[in-house]
């Protein structure tokens, strides 16, 4: 049983990735900046979310939905580089939610997830996510402005990310508001 929850934990997180990966397409695909750069890049938001709630099995569900995004969309020459596109997309909220566990002091229940610490964690996450795949474009030749792709992608990371965590902050306070 504990199997067969874990897949289908990764195949839901997968599905929600690369559903608001779509949407954010659909809605923003006119507005890039260079390849795989976006200025509002909503599904950061959910990377965190779903890493924040279902740790390595969403880091796992976020790999396998970016795997199939690069193949579809942001194809690099070769196969091996497209997946460890897909490797930087889904490792890079682990670390930022470890990183933040460390630094911030965020319980692992997330009872105490302040809005100050949404805005710090959207940072970390933006910066370094946006860091790891700069390097990476950079380096396989897809990105010849580094400094200012890294500045837009953090930047619509931190868009993306400070709107999807708000919108669940602002939820769950509704909801328990209205509990009581």
Request: net charge neutral; glycine share 6%.
């Amino acid at each position: 049983m504990h199997l067969l929850k874990r897949i289908l934990t990764v195949s839901a997180c997968a599905l929600f990735y690369y559903l608001a990966f779509s949407l954010n397409k659909a809605i923003f695909d006119e507005y890039d900046f260079s390849f795989g750069v976006n200025w509002v890049f909503v599904p950061s938001g959910l990377q965190l979310v779903l890493v924040l709630t279902a740790v390595e099995d969403a880091a796992l569900g976020i790999t396998l939905a970016s795997w199939l995004i690069g193949f579809l969309y942001y194809p690099l020459e070769s196969d091996i580089r497209t997946m460890m596109t897909g490797v930087i997309t889904g490792l890079s909220p682990l670390i930022a939610r470890k990183i933040s566990f460390d630094h911030l002091g965020i319980e692992a229940d997330l009872r105490n997830l302040s809005f100050q610490a949404i805005v710090q964690m959207s940072f970390i996450f933006a910066l370094l996510s946006a860091a790891l795949h700069q390097l990476w474009f950079y380096y396989n030749g897809v990105s010849d402005k580094f400094i200012h792709s890294l500045m837009v992608m953090a930047l619509g990371n931190v868009l993306g990310t400070l709107l999807v965590l708000s919108v669940i902050k602002i939820t769950l306070a509704t909801v328990k508001r209205k509990a009581q």
